[in-house]
């Protein structure tokens, strides 16, 4: 039965993560090309995406093949077998249990380690793609808009990176409008930002109110870029960009770079291991709500509506868990509610399983 689990939790997990991930990449495909990026940029974005995409998930994977599994033994009548054997539904539960567990430690392993360590590269990659202007101002014989009230216009570029014959607007004050024209400009990235440096250039200035015209001619001019680029980039972290080692620290200076609490950054701990342990209490609700029902010529199906609405269940108290966390980290322990009332859930079915007598005069009661 294990093995049964785990590969058709493979299958699953591969086709949920193809389906994410192919949706996920086709909104940053739209991004990167708009903004002129490479596909090997493409690629690796994508790729660091993928640890956030396989956490999310795993979960769902585990929950899919624990009923589909249970489903098909049930069909089989393999369960009923082994069940006139003497074997208990705790007792089947075992593998079950093994397989939640299984999938519980690789969630824990993404969770701690690798979703952080992707996201920070991720964000690293991000910032360094959005200070690059060359994709987004370098392009020849076009009149670009990279924002409102600002037009460039490049006759030529050279192999070398020259610009030739270049052309600027800026309206973005009310009160003067320039236009920059300059024989040659290069655009290169300082510690202060990118910098467009015109050579043997000229400058002509409009007062809007006056209508008087300035006119400035200059051998070198360096005009600042970095605002065209979007957000700066930060050399700070967030919580979610560090791995679970280190902010088990708490550190003053952890506390400084995050901006948040000592409770807030162990709440953020704590938030990562409950995600995981979603995985087991899946996987067990999944098969303890189809042995409930025993065997049937007319299979499963009510008992697979139940194990979704059960699940949907855990997924509300999880929400209800996480805004009150939200508001008291302090009460970082209600992290786990959801796990709990899984596990709960679990045990009382296979409660009810391994008494058919009394589950018979339920029925009956219902009826």
Do not use: C
Not at 143 to 154: A, E, G, K, M
């Amino acid at each position: 039965m294990l093995s049964q689990l785990l590969t058709l939790f493979g299958f699953f997990a591969l086709v949920l993560v193809l389906v994410y991930w192919i949706n996920r990449a086709v909104i940053l495909f739209d991004q990167l090309i708009a903004d002129g990026q490479s596909a090997w940029v493409f690629l690796e974005l994508t790729a660091l995406s993928l640890p956030g995409v396989i956490r999310i998930v795993l979960p769902l994977a585990a929950l899919a093949a624990s009923i589909y599994v249970t489903n098909r033994l049930s069909n089989d009548s393999e369960l009923v077998v082994v069940q006139a054997t003497g074997f208990s539904p705790w007792r089947l539960a075992r593998p079950v249990m093994i397989f939640g567990l299984l999938t519980t430690m690789m969630t824990l392993a993404l969770t701690h380690y690798l979703v952080p360590t992707a996201l920070e590269r991720y964000y690293e990659r991000r910032d360094e793609i959005a200070q690059n202007v060359t994709s987004r101002l370098l392009v020849e014989g076009r009149f670009l808009t990279p924002v409102d009230h600002l037009t460039i216009y490049i006759r030529d570029i050279s192999r070398e990176g020259e610009l030739m014959d270049l052309f600027l607007s800026d309206t973005r004050n009310p009160d003067e409008s320039v236009t920059y024209t300059a024989a040659r400009a290069y655009l290169i990235r300082t510690d202060n930002g990118p910098q467009l440096v015109m050579i043997d250039g000229m400058a002509q200035t409009l007062d809007t109110e006056t209508g008087r015209l300035l006119t400035t001619t200059f051998d070198d001019f360096a005009y600042d870029v970095s605002d065209l680029t979007g957000s700066e980039p930060s050399d700070t972290r967030g919580a979610s960009e560090i791995t679970t080692f280190e902010l088990m620290s708490l550190s003053p200076a952890l506390v400084e770079e995050t901006g948040r609490t000592r409770a807030q950054l162990m709440l953020e701990i704590q938030n990562r291991t409950a995600q995981a342990l979603l995985a087991l209490s899946g996987s067990l609700i999944g098969f303890a709500a189809l042995i409930v029902g025993g065997f049937s010529r007319f299979g499963v199906w009510r008992q697979i509506i139940i194990a979704i609405a059960l699940v949907i269940v855990v997924k509300i108290v999880e929400s209800v868990a996480a805004n009150m966390v939200r508001v008291t980290p302090e009460a970082w322990y209600l992290a786990y509610l959801p796990t709990l009332v899984g596990l709960l859930i679990t045990a009382f079915l296979l409660h009810l399983a391994a008494k058919p007598k009394k589950r018979r005069r339920i029925k009956e009661v219902a009826a």
